[in-house]
């Protein structure tokens, strides 16, 4: 039988770089740390900084108002160049001599604002430097950082190392693992984002009616990402799940739930007052907690649970189209029709499954959570 399945951990175990990827959240935590500790924010005018070609006119530098130049990262490029109002695609392909003049005159030419730049000096995992010598993102003045190594260690100092605790890197289908490496792990980070999948494999939930009237049993797992430089918002989603396969495709998924934090001046102080006591109350839930959100999800009706009603709540979220592919996939799926939260929520899942994009595919797993809370 088809599964549902989330493919986040995956895409990230497919493309980071071997000195992207860590084996604990301790040893994450300090290569994150390193990077803060060479790290510098500031508020610069738009009018106070130029691009310039290298010396060789091989590459593109900025310089900043101490006429100290830096070097540009790929992201940070493609930032500054939207400040400019200039096409980074089509610049990548300019000799960097007329790139630098495209960039300056869009900065000349537009409303003068304030731009948040942070440098970064020295590459992940290389030795400190007091130097700063490449401008790592260029973002607006109210962008709101929260730093990669303070969520890290707050997930450290929760779950322990990632590797010895109930919340650890998720073993394949179900077995733990002997020892987590670079090939296995679920802990990524490097100067532009991180991204964390710790699940509690040990203390699996038994379900009585898991799938067609057959019981089984669900684990709990996590991701938490973030951005420091504005590639991406921080977030955090919980789900249950049966398995993590070899390639860190997590199957059988269950009530997928998500929070996302923009980047705004409040991002910081979100974090602590709402994604943090979040984490804690969803790791020291019970079991009993769980089974019993099922067991109510189970019990309760969509709307009177009658044909009619049931896909007048369903259209009311979804498209008539896809509230009708819902009821034709949970009667696929379990030989029924949808009556109760639960079978709401099992018809989403089934129906995403069948979803080609992710993005669209996650929203409609999100959406299922939200049916399973009632909300």
């Known amino acids: 039988m088809a599964q549902d399945t989330l493919n ?22 300090d290569a994150l740390a390193a990077i803060r500790r060479r790290s510098k924010a500031a508020t ?32 940070s490029f493609g ?49 400190d430097t007091t130097s700063f010598p490449s401008l790592a993102a260029v973002t607006g003045p109210a962008y709101g950082r929260v730093w990669n190594v303070d969520v890290v260690v707050a997930l450290a100092t929760r779950f322990g190392d990632g590797v ?60 938490v990402w973030n951005s420091e430089v504005g590639s991406a918002t921080f977030g955090v989603a ?11 495709i997590v199957w059988g998924a269950d009530e997928y739930r998500e929070i996302r934090i923009r980047h705004t001046s409040g991002a910081p102080e979100r974090w602590i007052g709402e994604v943090a006591p979040a984490l804690e109350r969803y790791a020291s839930s019970s079991d009993a907690s769980v089974v019993n959100a099922l067991t109510e999800a189970r019990r309760t009706k969509l709307g009177d649970g009658t044909p009619d009603e049931v896909r ?11 509230a009708g592919a819902v ?30 994009y992710q993005n669209d595919r996650v929203a409609l797993e999100r959406e299922a959570g939200r049916l399973m809370a009632g909300r």
């Open 79 to 127: 930032q500054l160049t939207q400040r400019a109002g200039a096409p980074a695609g089509y610049l990548r392909t300019l000799p960097p001599p007329l790139v630098a003049d495209c960039i300056n005159v869009g900065l000349a030419q537009r409303p003068v604002e304030d731009l948040g730049v942070l440098l970064h000096g020295g590459a992940l995992g290389g030795p």
């Open 8 to 29: 986040q951990a995956h895409k990230q175990w497919a493309s980071r770089p071997d000195d992207e990827r860590f084996t604990s959240l301790t040893s994450m935590a």
């Open 44 to 75: 610069v005018p738009s009018r106070a900084i130029h691009a310039a070609p290298t010396p060789d006119e091989a590459g593109l530098l900025v310089v900043g108002p101490d006429g100290n130049p830096v070097d540009l990262t790929h992201w």
């Open 312 to 322: 007048k709540v369903l259209e009311a979220r979804f498209t008539k189209s896809q």
């Open 238 to 248: 919980t789900f249950l799940f049966d398995f993590v396969c070899q390639n860190r």
């Open 164 to 223: 010895t605790g109930h919340f650890r890197v998720p073993g394949i289908r179900g077995t733990a693992l002997a020892e987590v490496t670079k090939e296995n792990t679920t802990l990524y980070a490097g100067d532009r984002d991180m991204f964390v999948f710790l699940a509690d494999e040990d203390r699996r939930i038994e379900v009585t009616n898991r799938r067609d009237g057959q019981p089984g049993s669900l684990a709990r797992g996590f991701f």
């Open 327 to 356: 009821l034709t996939a949970h009667m696929l799926e379990e030989h029924r029709p949808i009556e109760t939260l639960w079978d709401a929520a099992v018809g989403v899942s089934a129906y995403a499954r069948g979803i080609t």
